[in-house]
């Protein structure tokens, strides 16, 4: 079974916070392309989760997990 990253959890705390991805970019200090890839749930690395989670003081478990890949193989 493949396996791949969800965001998810981020983007409900970030309703629960009251912020805007926008907001969260300008505190976190990343770019808007990398905010566009987590939106996707596409890999990023570890240096960008780090400074997301200190932005928002949390642990990475608050802002995604590891789900079963949803994508089919053809």
Request: proline letters at 1%; aromatic letters at 2%; one cysteine or more.
């Amino acid at each position: 079974m493949k396996m791949s990253v969800s965001y998810k959890k981020l983007w409900k705390l970030l309703i629960d916070l009251d912020m805007k991805k926008k907001d969260l970019q300008q505190a976190a200090g990343v770019s808007s392309a990398l905010i566009a890839k987590m939106g996707r749930n596409e890999n990023v690395s570890t240096e960008t989760l780090v400074k997301i989670c200190t932005a928002l003081n949390c642990d990475i478990g608050d802002i995604m997990e590891i789900v079963p890949s949803c994508k089919k193989d053809v």
